[in-house]
């Protein structure tokens, strides 16, 4: 019985992500609740849920075999997703990474090379090597390829933990429908990401979505989101008529929302440059558009006062491939619109993964949503840990099939701070011992003393070895 509540809890950190939860849709009941990446995902948690009884279940009848085959179905789907859309990106990073432990240069410098060459950034590249070297200073260890790929993990991680990548979703007092406002320039895959996630928010989430099409300006826009809509069976409010300017169509999208209570508005744009000054001021336009019908509070005029607290997501979404060239407008519409968080679409196709950590770093904004694929399926939560594995070819998600190795790989990690705080004690109670230790010549050591204890997993498939606008209602199983 032991092992089972032990693998029980196992199973509740793999399937949730340590993610802690968060406010709910008020279309859910709370007494399901669970901590998990999209906790407003009803119906995932109750899989989970039930895949946890029936883990326990079978486990209680001897049947353990059984009971982590359902574990391994469930988490299955979800590192394949990391494994197969991060396998340009990592298998570039490894074979870099194996040439450090075979080249003659200075390990270090060439280890920050690698590093910014696979997008993840200066601070985070330095904070790598920093780390590296001060496991280095005053021991006599030979640091191997786990040492070194369990700092990056851990950095990885730590760093993108940081943020919160849960989306945010209206909580039950507000009374007004969550609205998701997604942006971004020509081609990054917005509409298709409006057309996953409405998909995923009406099947995981059971909500009543609607979706506003607010990009008037390419031919064949709306008629794109129109099939999405289909495909999701979620409805649509289309420009009319009446209402044929974006910030119009997104007026009568609320007004419909509101009295057919939506849970859930998704509000697509159209592609911009950030350098087009008119339409980024349209996007001002439409956040005080929604700001203004969702104001909860009317001033000494009797106007209403913008509500900040809307639109509850502001997420801008890049395609992965440009890596940090997206900076730039990124950071134009994070001062001007104000951003809440990134969607990382085409993963499967870019060798730049890496970007999602420099960009998500530089513009201070977590990583909510990543596109691995063209497909309804292919839009997956964003979570650190799995992301840090798929690029370092780490267990499942990286495509190994190495089930502890992340876990080895963090205590290992523990392994090496924990020498470290010892070293440095001994040299506060006793100077004269520490320096013989730190007399041992660190930039020799850089060549010399990283061993090669095992080659850097790489992925195995690959050939290196590395006003009233038509609002229309869509047949929806609720
Ligand atoms: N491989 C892959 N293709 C994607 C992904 N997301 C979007 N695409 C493709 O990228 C192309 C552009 O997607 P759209 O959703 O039309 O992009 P958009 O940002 O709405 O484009 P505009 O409305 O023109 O600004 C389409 O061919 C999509 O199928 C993804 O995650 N992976
Ligand atoms: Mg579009």
Redesign the pocket.
């Known amino acids: 019985m032991k092992t089972s509540t032990t693998l029980v809890s196992l199973v509740v950190c793999l399937t949730h992500g340590f993610v802690p939860s968060q406010p709910r849709s008020s279309s859910l009941s709370p007494s399901t609740e669970l901590p998990m990446v999209f906790d407003f995902f009803k119906k995932r948690s109750e899989e989970g849920l039930d895949q946890l009884s029936r883990f326990s279940d079978a486990a209680s009848k001897g049947e353990l075999g059984k009971g982590l085959a359902d574990l391994a179905s469930y988490t299955r789907e979800s590192n394949e997703a990391f494994a197969t859309g991060l396998a340009k990106s990592r298998n570039r990073l490894l074979s870099d990474l194996e040439g450090l432990f075979t080249g003659s240069g200075d390990i270090l410098e060439d280890l920050q090379d690698i590093l910014l060459q696979a997008d993840l950034g200066m601070m985070t590249s330095e904070d790598i090597v920093e780390e590296v070297k001060s496991f280095r200073e005053g021991s006599t260890k030979f640091l191997s390829r786990d040492d070194l790929k369990s700092v990056m993990r851990g950095k990885l991680i730590e760093i993108l933990e940081f943020r919160n990548s849960t989306i945010r979703f209206a909580e039950d007092n507000e009374a007004i429908p969550t609205v998701l406002f997604i942006l971004?320039?020509?081609?990054?895959?917005?509409?298709?990401?409006i057309g996953k996630l409405a998909y995923r928010l009406r099947n995981e989430g059971e909500q009543k979505v609607l979706l506003a099409a607010c990009?008037t300006f390419?031919a064949g826009?709306v008629d794109?989101l129109k099939q999405w809509a289909d495909r999701a069976e979620v409805d649509i409010c289309e420009p009319s008529e009446n209402a044929k300017s974006p910030a119009a169509v997104l007026y009568s999208a609320l007004e419909t929302a509101i009295a057919g209570g939506y849970d859930t508005l998704l509000v697509?744009t159209?592609?911009r440059l950030s350098n087009n000054d008119a339409l980024t001021a349209e996007l001002v336009k439409m956040k005080k558009v929604i700001q203004k019908r969702l104001s909860m509070q009317r001033d000494e005029n009797d106007k209403p006062v913008l509500n900040q607290d809307v639109p509850h997501e502001s997420l801008l979404?890049l395609d992965a491939a440009q890596g940090r060239m997206a900076l730039d407008s990124a950071k134009v519409w994070n001062k001007e619109v104000g951003l809440t968080g990134l969607v990382l679409?085409?993963?499967?196709?870019s060798a730049r993964g890496g970007s999602v950590v420099s960009i998500s770093r530089e513009l201070d904004l977590p990583v909510k949503l990543i596109?691995?694929?063209?497909g309804i399926n292919?839009?997956r939560d964003f979570e650190p840990e799995r992301f840090a594995d798929g690029l370092l070819g780490i267990g499942a998600a990286g495509g190994t099939s190495s089930a502890n190795e992340g876990t080895f790989l963090a205590a290992r990690l523990e392994g090496l701070r924990k020498e470290r705080s010892e070293r440095a004690a001994i040299k506060v109670e006793d100077p004269k011992k520490s320096e013989t230790s730190a007399g041992i010549d660190t930039s020799a050591v850089n060549k010399a003393v990283i061993q090669a204890t095992a080659p850097l997993s790489t992925n195995p498939g690959s050939s290196k070895n590395r006003k009233k606008s038509k609002c229309k209602k869509n047949k929806r199983k609720r």
């Open positions: 971004g320039a020509n081609g990054m895959g917005k509409t298709t990401t990009d390419r826009a794109q697509d159209s592609g979404v679409t085409k993963l499967d196709g596109g691995v694929g063209e292919d839009l």
